[in-house]
């Protein structure tokens, strides 16, 4: 009807969501744990700290720490495997007239990008406490 004015139905707003408690802040890490990864990422910069912490008693009931450390240490291996490799691709390469030395300098950079970035994603992980298993080498490292 004209004149007559229409009545909405009220709109009904749902009950506001419960308030959960905040996730814990990076601070709220005990400095126990900040000390453990701290030392499991100290474990990547050479393989001599990981020697160290596999040897002594106090890292080397520590799971965390004792994982880390082999894997730094298997990963050296591997890097000096590596390396032998690069540098019989390197002479393979190299034997090919005036594009060999680019190839070869081109699959040895490539190469060295690729481990230095593993090599700081390893570190990154091991500072949040994460335990990033490498293929081969992180399976080794967690029977040792």
Known sequence: MPGQEESKPAISRPASPAVSAPAPSPSAISPV??????????????FIPAIVFVLTDAFKRNRFIRFHSYQSIFLAVATVIAA?????????????????????????????????????????????????????????????
């Open 84 to 144: 032998i490799a690069m540098r019989i691709l390197y002479s393979l390469l190299a034997l090919i007239p005036a594009l060999g030395y680019l190839l070869a300098w081109l699959a040895t950079a490539v190469t060295l990008l690729g481990w230095i970035v593993l090599w700081l994603v390893l570190v990154v992980k091991a500072l949040q406490g994460d335990t990033l298993r490498l293929p081969w080498i992180g399976s080794l490292a967690e029977k040792a």
């Open 33 to 46: 744990q900040r000390k453990d990864n701290l030392i499991a990422a100290l474990a990547y910069v050479t």
